[in-house]
């Protein structure tokens, strides 16, 4: 594990999952995107108590766009296995996340403060040559957020959230 500006990084293998996921999509500012994924949470939820699923790793937001125009995500957690009857009428889904290699960032305190960190993984993706401008996020796409601890349960200075980024 290598420190930048008490950010912590490694590069890891993900594994694949299978997962209950959700798609959502919001505009850009801070609190649409928190509303939208809160409301795919909710449903992802629900839908794992109607069918008995059982989580086998944390939660995650897989981002697929970022942008002005606004973002496109997926929530997924992954189960056990698929429920025994098909899922209809309902925008959830259980198929299974890829796996692959990626630069893992980690996270440390309320989630309001990620965009800190994500400065933060900007400047070091830079100083490695990894990125030249914000522009080259676009080539770690999908990336996604791992949630270590439950909100609820937590407080917030001790949220650990890991924030991966498939390498390009």
Do not use: C
Request: proline share 10%.
């Amino acid at each position: 594990m290598t420190t930048f500006d008490e950010l912590e990084f490694s590069e890891v293998e993900v594994s694949p999952a299978l997962a209950a996921q959700v798609p959502g999509q919001s505009a850009p500012d801070p609190a649409s995107i928190s509303a939208a994924i809160g409301a795919a949470f909710d449903t992802l939820m629900g839908f794992l108590g109607q069918h008995a699923l059982t989580p086998t790793a944390p939660p995650r937001v897989i981002y697929t766009s970022y942008g002005p125009e606004g973002v496109s995500f997926t929530v997924a957690l992954p189960v056990a296995a698929a429920p025994a009857a098909p899922a209809s009428d309902t925008p959830v889904t259980v198929d299974t996340l890829s796996g692959a290699k990626a630069y893992r960032f980690t996270h440390l305190g309320p989630y309001k403060n990620l965009m800190g960190t994500y400065g933060r993984i900007t400047a070091f993706m830079k100083s490695k040559g990894w990125m030249e401008s914000d522009a080259d996020w676009a080539r770690y796409m999908p990336m996604w957020e791992e949630y270590l601890n439950d909100p609820d349960k937590t407080p917030e200075a001790d949220l650990l959230t890991y924030i991966y980024l498939p390498v390009a």
